[in-house]
């Protein structure tokens, strides 16, 4: 029995998060606490983030402002 998880649930650091929003990684950690992001606690008591969960935030923030 294979215990695999899928490419699309991999998880990423705050600062790997940070680049893709363009924020800073203490902005990722304050929508954490505040509930906007859910985040798994590593063994060191580290922050990571599913990789789906962002990837699906990305697709509901525009990528850049509409030209005239």
Do not use: I, N
């Not at 991999?10 to 600062?15: A, D, F, Y």
């Not at 929003?21 to 983030?49: E, I, M, Q």
């Not at 599913?50 to 990528?63: H, I, K, T, W, Y």
Request: aromatic letters at 4%; zero cysteines; hydrophobic letters at 30%.
């Amino acid at each position: 029995m294979s215990a695999q998880r899928p490419e699309s649930d991999s998880l990423l650091t705050p600062s790997e998060v940070a680049t893709l929003f363009r924020v800073d990684p203490k902005t990722v950690t304050r929508w954490a606490k505040a509930g906007k992001l859910s985040a798994v606690r590593t063994l060191g008591g580290h922050r990571r983030y599913r990789e789906s969960e962002v990837r699906g935030l990305l697709e509901g923030v525009p990528s850049q402002r509409p030209t005239d």
